[in-house]
């Protein structure tokens, strides 16, 4: 990732996480519960959690926000985004409990795979014991994942669980807003009303587009108006 943060380096892979998606950034709207729980990371006693949501409602800006807030308090951090590890063992996740948190993102990635199912429950097993902290999330709850290990199931079912709630047309604005101010831009909200009109309203494929028109704007010295915005959303992608 870009601008990011490492965690112990004793483990076998450098996690890393994107710093830029910290709690700041995240447009909490519709999602308090879920940010003021997820603000309490590294406080003695603060809950494991599990939070779940369809693609784009910030499951994994929430997931990275969590672990910088670990790192803020002196407390050290993992992010294993599972969905970025298709060909990986589950030795993946050896000597995690040596760290404050785990945080597992992607879970659905791994139903129906015996091996990883086990090692996820002995790694709960394993931080629990060593008095450590876990957030898991999802695309969906733990009694829809499909796993096969009723262990591992009764484990999440456990844990406090959050539905996120997916962003409407609203809330998309304010998150490209912000993200724009992130960038030093200004998007007018009429700029932001185009890109949702002829743009698919996926937050990542919306923020990719804001990535490029910031290249676009830093080339040419122009702001991200309307008409700007047309002929960069009109050239073809930079090879």
Partial sequence: MTDSASTSPQLALDFRWDTRADFASFVADGNTEAVSALRTVGVPASPWMYVWGQPGTGKSHLMQAACGEAGRTGATAVYVPLADYPRATPDLLEGLERVT??????????????????????LHN????????LI?????????L????ADLVSRLQALLQFRLSPPDDARRRQILSRAAGQRGLALPQASAD??????????????AWLDRLDAASLQSGRRLTVPFIKT????PPPA
């Fill in 101 to 122: 948190l785990v945080v597992l993102d992607d879970l659905h990635c791994i139903a129906g795979k015996a091996a990883w199912e086990e090692a996820v429950f002995h």
């Fill in 136 to 144: 898991v999330a999802a695309a969906v709850g733990p009694d829809s």
């Fill in 146 to 149: 499909g796993l096969g290990l």
């Fill in 232 to 235: 960069i959303l009109g050239a």
């Fill in 126 to 133: 394993r931080l629990r014991d060593a008095g450590g902290q």
């Fill in 194 to 207: 185009y890109l949702l009109r002829h743009e698919a309203r996926d937050l990542r494929h919306l923020l």
